[in-house]
Each structure stands twice: as structure tokens, then as C-alpha cells.
């Protein structure tokens, strides 16, 4: 019975973070009150938040509660072709980013209109304005990088972005740890969209390259904690 309820509890939690009603970087009901609206025993709810750490999709801080992860890119028999639910996965997912974003942005820096680069800095500007909001800097990110990849000219560099969407981009934990304001890392991303945003604006190819480059391996490095 315990198993069931577990089972259960694991997979509503995981329901409301897929569909983004607990939005990346919000904090999980209180260990209280799980116990309380779903009728079940501090061991039952203590399981469900392990196993929803062990798939990725919570990050508990002692002392302060779960927080909800990027929920994992689900296969839907576009690309990517398997889940990506692990922190191997997605340190793979973005090993291949790094190689087809950062010719996206050479292209880019090569074929770019006014107007995209106007939709680049607009998503770039609200990128930086969500500060305090995890969940709308996550979507503001992804934009920029589709605006990277319609800039490119190729459609079929746009087409995988799409198909990856927003959960491509990846929630690093300790972003939930600091707020985005004081986080050294937190600024680092900052300069990195504006480097490359530069470089392509400037029709740098080879610095446009090199930009994105520098950012997703920061990404990796921030995702990872290395």
C-alpha cells in the first residue's frame, strides 16, 4: 500500500512539474502539506521527493524545502530521439548544442537581419529582467537561442530547436541557492548572451563562434558544478 501511495505521490508532483504548474525554480508544497492533501506519511512523501531528486527533477536544500528542476525533454519521436532526464544526459545534450549552436551563430553573424537582431536583444533584455523569476528567464533564454538559430538562415538548424524547446534549456541547481543577482555565474550569463549577441551584430563570424561556444561550455560547467 505504501508502495502505491509513493508511486502515486511521485507521479502527480512529477505531473505538475512537467506541465510546468510547479514552475522551474519553485519550491514543492512543504513536507506538511503533502502529508495533509494527499492523505499519506512523512515517509511516503520523503520517498516520492527521492525519487523525483534521483530523476532530475527536484533539487532539496537542508533546512529550506525542494525545488523544482527543468523538467526532462521528452522524446515525441522528433529530436532529440531518447529522454533527456539524467545530469549525463543533459551534459550530452549540451556537448551537441555546443557544436550545431555555435555554427547557428556563425551563420547568424553572416546572414542576420536588423529586425532579428532587435528580437535578440528584446529577448536578451527581458532575459535580464526576470532576475527574481527562474521560470520566465528560462523561457526568455530559450528565446534568444531560437533567435540565434531563425538568424542563421538554415531551416533546419531552427526546425531542432524547436524541437528540443525550452526544457533544453537547463536549470542549474545552485541557481536556486542564490538569487540570480548575486550569483557570480548568474552574471556570467549575462555577458556571454551580450558577447555573442555582439559578435553577431558585428558580423564576426569567427567571434560569434567562439561566443557561443564560451557560453555553452559555461553552461555545462554551472549545470555540473565543475
Known sequence: MAAHRTADLVEELRRRIVDG????????????ELITAHDVSRTVVREAITRLRADGLVRTRRGAGSYAL????ESGGAWPARPVRTLADRRALLELRTALESEAAALAADRRTTA???AMRDALDSFDAAADAPAAALEHDFAFHRGVAEASGNPFVL??????GPAMIAMPRHRLEVSRGSGADAGAVGHEHAAVLAAITAGDVRAAAAAMRTHLVGSLRRLTGE
Not at 527543468?70 to 525533454?73: A, I, M, Q, S, Y
Open 21 to 32: 504548474e510547479i514552475a522551474p525554480g519553485q519550491k514543492l508544497p512543504s513536507e506538511s
Open 70 to 73: 527543468t523538467p526532462p525533454v
Open 116 to 118: 532579428q537582431i532587435g
Open 159 to 164: 526546425d531542432l530547436i524547436d524541437a528540443a
